[in-house]
Antibody
């Protein structure tokens, strides 16, 4: 079935970087963009960026700290966030873009930033 | 930057009630608006895309309507499984969410 499977939970110290993976299966990976969305504890959804065949675009809220890449041979997208601070503690989701919406979501990856 | 404002932020309702949630954009936008349902600790689920198209597998009691800048999500008869938080989304912008609670 169509699914996105993300890497496991991470605990990082302030100032470090984290890289989360998102492996797609059940569909042609290159036909769809992959977006990254995060959700801090008790808060709403925040879009971070996306990648498709030729483009990447990032939210200005993360400019310079987030990098999204993909390995088409592995049907996997990656999101790396650097210079982590406590406010980056959140669940990070990847999601497939279709019809200007996010129709398939990964299970989420909890990233905890703590000294 | 576009702001998506949902109202109300919290809604108390009973099983069987008709529920309407509104999403207003700060500027005129296309009809590329989506609605999601999220339960505590769970992944968001797409309900409606392109303002009024029902995602496959979503019960028909959910419907979307409207055009830029104001859109609505309607649950025609609230069911126990529908108590959750609902988000609207246009492009890279999400609304703040509407929590539907048991009255």
């Amino acid at each position: 079935q169509v699914q996105l499977v993300q890497s496991g939970a991470e605990v990082k110290k302030p100032g470090a970087s984290v890289k989360v993976s998102c492996k797609a299966s059940g569909y042609t990976f290159t036909n769809y963009a992959v977006h990254w969305v995060r959700q801090a504890p008790g808060q709403g959804l925040e879009w971070m960026g996306w990648i498709n065949t030729v483009n990447t675009k990032y939210s200005q809220n993360f400019q310079g700290r987030v990098t999204i890449t993909r390995d088409t041979s592995a049907s996997t997208a990656y999101m790396e966030l650097s210079s982590l601070r406590s406010e980056d503690t959140a669940v990070y989701y990847c999601a497939r873009g279709a019809n200007a919406a996010f129709d398939i979501w990964g299970q989420g990856t909890m990233v905890t930033v703590s000294s | 930057d576009i702001q998506m404002t949902q109202s109300p932020s919290t809604l108390s309702a009973s099983v069987g009630d008709r529920v309407t949630i509104t999403c207003r954009a700060s500027q005129s936008i296309s009809n590329w608006l989506a609605w999601y349902q999220q339960k505590p600790g769970k992944v968001p689920k797409l309900l409606i895309y392109q303002a009024s198209s029902l995602e496959s597998g979503v019960p028909s009691r959910f419907s979307g309507s409207g055009s830029g800048p104001e859109f609505t999500l309607t649950i025609s008869s609230l069911q126990p499984d529908d108590f959750a938080t609902y988000y609207c989304q246009q492009s890279t912008h999400f609304g703040g969410g509407t929590k539907v609670e048991i009255k």
